[in-house]
């Protein structure tokens, strides 16, 4: 069983470009959520994603989009890059959005920065 | 959600009981209690979750207050590989798929 993987690893943009980050889920996980970690402060929900739909979505603006695709791989899209973009984007795949199952596993992680 | 507030650091020593405080004094009936741990440059890893009870599993236990307005978790051994920076997060999203972590707590374990 392969755990969630991420990428690519370390990403280096110029404001006004668009990135796409690429997650793979673990084996039999349908949902995948996106965070975004600053440096020094605690990861914060983006959104995730289920069944290829969006299902839920943090307090972030609509330049961040995200696809999941039949395989439950995702996308996490950025357009119009700001300097603030610069962060660890971590992928998190679950078995559920719904019911008792509440472990997430996260990936590694991509470093953006955005010059 | 629920804000969460933890000490910022924490020491303890190699194979004490690590006791990790957490408040979250704002919480409604339906939100759970999270902790995950971060270990430096990797993602976040789950340790445990609860709702009202105590709850225990083989890497540490939570103790849930009965108000619960505070909740502390417990490494029963700590080790070195325990040292990491440990999130306490309140949410209502029923699956904890939908978190926002804080600041969390940095425990230092020492030999």
Redesign the interface.
């Known amino acids: 069983e392969t755990g969630v993987t991420q990428s690519p690893t370390h990403l280096i943009k110029t404001r006004g470009q668009q990135v796409t980050l690429r997650c793979s889920s673990q084996s039999g996980h349908n949902t995948v959520s996106w965070y975004q970690q600053a440096l020094g402060q605690g990861p914060q929900f983006i959104f995730q994603y289920y069944r290829e739909e969006e299902n839920g979505r943090g307090n972030f603006p609509p330049r961040f989009s995200g696809l999941q695709f039949p395989n439950y791989s995702s996308e996490l899209n950025v357009n119009a890059l700001e300097l603030d973009d610069s962060a660890l984007y971590l992928c998190a795949s679950s078995r559920s959005s719904s019911g008792s199952l509440h472990e997430q596993f996260f990936g590694p992680g991509t470093r953006l920065t955005v010059l | 959600d629920a804000k969460t507030t933890q000490p910022p650091s924490m020491d303890c020593a190699e194979g004490r009981a690590a006791n990790l405080p957490c408040n979250h004094s704002t919480i409604s009936g339906n939100e ?1 209690v ?1 902790w995950y741990r971060q270990i430096h ?6 340790i445990i ?1 609860g709702l009202k009870n105590n709850e225990t599993n083989e890497m540490a236990s939570l103790i849930i207050t009965e108000d619960r307005k505070s909740s502390t978790l417990i490494l029963p051994h700590a080790t070195l590989r325990d040292t990491a ?1 440990y ?1 306490c997060i309140v949410s209502g ?12 707590t940095r425990l230092m374990v020492k030999p």
């Open positions: 759970y999270y440059s990797q993602g976040p890893q789950y979750h920076v999130y999203d029923n699956a904890g798929n939908m978190l926002t972590f804080g600041g969390g």
